[in-house]
C-alpha cells in the first residue's frame, strides 16, 4: 500500500539516499562533517549511526582531494555521493570539479564514467557574509560535463536525489539552505514542504514544471527565487495581474521548449535568480527564447538577480540585493505598464 | 623501454618536420604540445612492471612511457596523438589525455590532479574487497601541489592501498627542484602522512622494480601508502621545442640515457649479446614503425563527433551550434 507524508526538502533528499544506500552497496557517501554531525546541513542526519563510518565517511577539510577522491572512486565502479556543505566552497576545488570529474567522460570518448553526486548548499538571505550566501550555479551550468539540478521543493528534492545516484553521469545537485527546513533556518517555507510517498520515484532531467499558471506574464525562477515568484504572483493577482512561473528544476539540461511554450502564450518574460545577474541563468533563459523565436516577445525580457555586487553582511543591504517578491512585482508591473 | 623511446623519436621527427622553417604549434600531422619521455623510461617499465590488472594508474601530462608500460595499444596511442578517428578516445584526449579503460589508465594534463583519482580508485579497490592498489604517477615539481598534500594525508588517515610515483628528473618547465622544493627528497615527506618514503637514484629498471614491489607489499598489507621517489632525466625538454637554455651546461653533460645503460648493463651481465641487443632492438623499431604508418593512414574523425560525450544518455537541451 502506498502511504505519503508531508517532509521537508532535506529529509526528502536524505530519505532517497537511505534508500539508494540499503539498495545498492556501491552507494557510499563522504565529505566534511557526515558521519556524526549528519552533515551541516541535515543531509545525512542519522546516516552514519545506520551505515557505518566505512560508508558516510568523513573527510578532512580537503575539498581539492576529496572530490578527486570520489572522482577516482566513481570511476572504479563505486557511486559516491561528496557533500560539499557550501557551494561558495567550490572556489578551492573547481578545477577537481570542472576539469577532473566533468571531463572524464568526454574526454575518454566514454570509456569512462563518473557517476557521482556532488551536493551543495546554495544561496543566502540569513545574513552570513559574502564567502557563505553566493547562488553559484551558473559557474557550473556553464561547464560541459555535469548535470546540474536545483530542485525547489521536497517532492523534486527526493525524486532527483534517486534520479542523480542511479544516473551513470556526473550530477551536480544544489539545495538550498533556506528551503532546506533543517532547524536552525527558522521555520520551512510551507511551499517547499510536500506529499512525499516512501516508495522511491525517479524525475526527469531537463523537464521543467508549470508551477503556477497564467496568461499575462512568464516569471521563469529556480530554486529559491520559485517562491519568491509564487508569492509574487500571488500579490499580482490582487491586481488583477495573472503571471505563469515556470521552474526548470534542472539548470543542465535546461528545458528551454517549455520556457518558449510559455512566453509565446503570455508575450513577457522576467527571470528571477539569487545568482549574480551578468552571465548567468538570466541571461542564458533570455537568450534562449530570443534565439528560438524572438517574435513571441512583446515586451524587452527583464532580469531580477543579484547586481553584481559582492553579498553584504548587513540585513537591510543584503535584502535589498536579493531577488525578492519584491523586486519580482515591480518588474512585472514595469514591464506589463509599458 | 624501447618502444617507448622509439615511438617518442618517432614523434619528434613528425613533430619537427610539419614544423619548419617556421614552427607553429598548431601545423601539421601532430599539433599541439608534446612532452615526450625520453629519459624517464626506466620510471615506468620499473614500476609499472610490478603491478597487476587489478591496480589502478594516473599518470601525467608526460604519460607516453607509462601508456607504452601498461601495455596500452601503441597504434592506438599514436592514433590519439594524431588526433585520429581510431584513437584511444577517437581524438577528443590528445597526447596528455590518454585514456584505456580495460587498463585500468588514464592520464591528465593538470598537475597533481591524478592524485585524488588514484587514491579514489584505492578506496574502491578495497570498498570492494578487491587487492587492487590506486598508482598515481607525479613529476618532482607536482608534489608543491596542494592536491598532493591533501590526497597523501587522506591515504595516510584512511591507510589507503596507494603509491605516488614521483619522478624527479629535476625541472619543474623552467624552474629546477632546489628552486622550487623545500627538501631535496620529496620521500622524506611520507613522514608527513605516515607514509613510507623510498628514494632510487639509479634510473636502473631492475632497482625501480625492486623497489616499487617493496612498496606494493607495504600497502597491499594494510601499512599505509608510500612516495617512491625516482631520480631521472628528462633529455628533450619540457616540451618538444624547448632548448632548455636554463640547464647548466654540467647537468646537461650529465644527463643518463636509461636505454643506452641499461643496454650496457645487460651486456656486461652477459644477458644479452650486443647482436641479440641489435636484433632486439630492430624488431622493436619495427613495430613501432608499422604502428606509425597505421597512424599515419587512418581517418580523421568526423568533426560532428565533437557534439557529443558530454553524457552517458546523451541530452537534449545543450545550446545550438
Redesign the interface.
Known sequence: MTSSRTLTMARAGREAVMWEMEQDPRV?MLGEDVYKFGGVFGTADGLGEMFGA?RI?D??I?E???????????????R?IVELAFIDFIGVCY??IV??AAK??????????VPMVLMLGSGGGYNNGGQHSQALHACLAHM??M?VVAPSNAYDAKGFMHAAIR???FVVYIGHKKLSGVGFFGKPIPGTMSEIPSEPYTLP??EAKVVREGIDATIVAISWTVHQALDAAEKLAHEGIDVEVIDPRTL?????ESILKSVAKTGHLIVADEDYQSYGFTAEVIASVA?LDPTVLKSAPVRVANPDVTIPYSRPMEQHILPTSQRIQEAVRRVLSK | MLASRHMDDRIMELYYRDKTPVFDIAAGLIPGEIHSSHGQEACAVGTVSALTGDDWITATHRPHHTAVARGLEIKQILCEIMGKANGLSGGKGGHMHLYSAKHNFSSSGIIAEGMGPAAGMALACRMQGNPGVGVCFLGEAAVNQGAFHEVMNMAGVYKLPFVCVVEDNNWGVSVAKSASTAVARNSDRAAAYNALGLYVDTNDPEDIHAAMSKALRHTRSGSGPVILELKTYRLQGHMLGDPQHYVPDEEKAAFRDCTLDYRAKLEAEGVLTASEADELQARVKAEVDEAVEFAIASPLPDAENALSGNFVDEITGRANI
Open positions: 557510499f566505512d565517511l573527510t578532512p580537503s581539492t582531494g576529496f572530490i578527486g577522491l570520489a572522482t577516482g572512486a566513481a570511476i572504479a565502479g563505486m559516491p578545477n577537481a576539469n577532473l572524464h567522460h568526454y574526454l575518454s570518448n566514454g570509456q569512462v564514467k560541459p560535463g548535470k544516473s551513470d553521469d532531467f531537463g543542465v539540461p535546461l528545458d528551454r534565439e
